[in-house]
T-cell receptor, first 122, second 110 residues
């Protein structure tokens, strides 16, 4: 039981290049999330997927696209990387969408995070 | 605009010295408040969910409390292994987005 895995761990890109960050979970969770973390800015939600087949924008979606490939996998794509996208990217999953049960099933809303992908855009 | 402010930015305590971390929030209506722990170079670890004022949750040496304007993370008799950054986040009614504070870096000296 690996939990949430992310690939790659590190990546260096040149401005304008594209890449896909991969995320997979083996906990049979319905909901998945992509965050970025920058010094002094804290964690910010990029996109999330409440369940297989659905995706929604978070706080900072511009410059990114996502695909919920199946229940296990949720990928994040940078079509044309910019230096402002230099960051650490975290994927997370939860059995049900955070906040969706209004406290009725808090344990089902617990998020599990991957180890992160460190991306540098030159 | 929904906001989350955590204080202090950093806190150094001696082992066994109890203290509290603060998370002040401004949202039109609170759906949920969440606490996380993050160790350097790792992903966050989900700690607590709080949904209504007056609610309390405990885990080992940590206790989270919630009022209508803020949440406290109380740490009792901390140990060096409690050293980490503690993150607070809120979710507003009618919105799935999760807004994070910048965190409090906690360092427990042996």
């Amino acid at each position: 039981n690996a939990g949430v895995t992310q690939t790659p761990k590190f990546q260096v890109l040149k401005t304008g290049q594209s890449m896909t960050l991969q995320c997979a979970q083996d906990m049979n969770h319905n909901s998945m999330y992509w965050y970025r973390q920058d010094p002094g800015m804290g964690l910010r939600l990029i996109y999330y997927s409440a369940s297989e087949g659905t995706t929604d924008k978070g706080e900072v979606p511009n410059g990114y696209n996502v695909s919920r490939l199946n229940k296990r996998e949720f990928s994040l794509r940078l079509e044309s990387a910019a230096p402002s996208q230099t960051s650490v990217y975290f994927c997370a999953s939860s059995e049900i969408l955070l906040g969706s049960s209004a406290g009725g099933f808090p344990s089902k809303e617990t998020q599990y995070f991957g180890p992160g992908t460190r991306l540098l855009v030159l | 605009e929904d906001q989350v402010t955590q204080s202090p930015e950093a806190l150094r305590l001696q082992e066994g010295e109890s203290s509290s971390l603060n998370c002040s929030y401004t949202v039109s209506g609170l759906r949920g408040l969440f606490w996380y722990r993050q160790d350097p170079g790792k992903g966050p670890e989900f700690l607590f969910t709080l949904y209504s004022a007056g609610e309390e949750k405990e885990k080992e040496r940590l206790k989270a409390t919630l009022t209508k304007k803020e949440s406290f993370l109380h740490i009792t008799a901390p140990k060096p292994e409690d050293s980490a950054t503690y993150l607070c986040a809120v979710q507003a009614v009618g919105d799935d987005k999760i807004i994070f504070g910048k965190g409090t870096r906690l360092h427990i000296l042996p």
